[in-house]
């Protein structure tokens, strides 16, 4: 079955998206394993330096229903878990592995597993028709691709509890206001997106993946291995082309101009 994934590249950005606007551009597993690819193969590219998920119109909506009819015993996937484990699991490690930072651009409907894939992004950029949607508790199931993992870290435990449980529409300003969302703009094609984008692009790459690591991993660290970690990191891009650059735009008096 042909992907409804759609890859365009501009200047260093890699746009993926979901062209399935009927269904709310829900996902179907083909769509998943190509944008797991993509994605790949986008962190790969030295000309890439930000990839950017998104969709026309609705986000995302999750899995598409229908799915479901393939999951069972006898059937393709015997259960839910292996249906994740070989269609959503390669997806989440993608993002949170890719050496280039990645941007959710949020519009309409984020629900289900679209919202754990926006989750998993560095950045989320949400309009404010943005709807975040767990969904998962109505279908007597729980978050999946990490939500479960990101929304308490997010939220906090009780926070992460009750948004999962009630299952309500959370709009944009309140999911900003929660932690959800990283920046609000009108539009997907206001000038205000244009701008966080190239912002991102100016970052150096291997400071963010590596901040974004360690974010991430020294949660569950005690201090002290915290600390080792950060050092290895500092050594490792203080011998790097990115730093050597920062020093010198530092006494120039410009904008420092990185390639990592």
């Not at 999750?62 to 015993?73: H, M, N, Q, R």
Request: proline residues 5%; contains cysteine; aromatic residues 6%.
């Amino acid at each position: 079955m042909p992907s409804s994934i759609k890859f365009k590249k501009i200047d260093s950005f890699a746009f993926i998206s979901i062209d399935r606007p009927a269904s709310k551009n829900s996902l179907l597993p083909n769509d998943v394993i190509e944008c797991t690819r993509l994605i790949t193969e986008a962190s790969a590219n030295p000309s890439v330096r930000v990839i950017v998920l998104g969709a026309d119109g609705d986000f995302c909506s999750g899995v598409d229903i229908g799915v479901f009819e393939s999951i069972g015993p006898g059937r393709r996937w015997p259960q839910i878990g292996d249906f994740i484990l070989e269609v959503f699991e390669p997806l989440v490690e993608a993002i949170s592995n890719s050496s280039k930072p990645t941007v959710a651009l949020l519009d309409g409907i984020v629900a289900g597993a679209g919202m754990s894939i926006a989750l998993n992004c560095d950045y989320r950029i949400a309009t404010k028709r943005t709807k975040i949607v767990p969904a998962f508790s109505k279908l007597g199931l729980i978050p999946d691709c990490g939500g479960t993992w990101l929304l308490p870290r997010l939220l906090g435990i009780a926070n992460a509890m009750e948004f999962i449980t009630t299952a309500s529409p959370t709009g944009a300003e309140k999911a900003k206001e929660l932690g959800l969302v990283t920046w609000l703009v009108d539009s997907i094609d206001h000038v205000d997106v244009q701008g966080r984008l190239k912002a991102i692009s100016a970052l150096s790459t291997n400071s963010t993946t590596q901040l974004r690591r360690l974010l991430c991993q020294n949660w569950s660290r005690s201090l002290s291995d915290s600390l080792a970690a950060e050092r290895e990191a500092m050594s490792m891009l203080g011998s790097g082309a990115d730093f050597q650059e920062g020093l010198l735009a530092f006494h120039q008096r410009r904008l420092p101009a990185f390639e990592g």
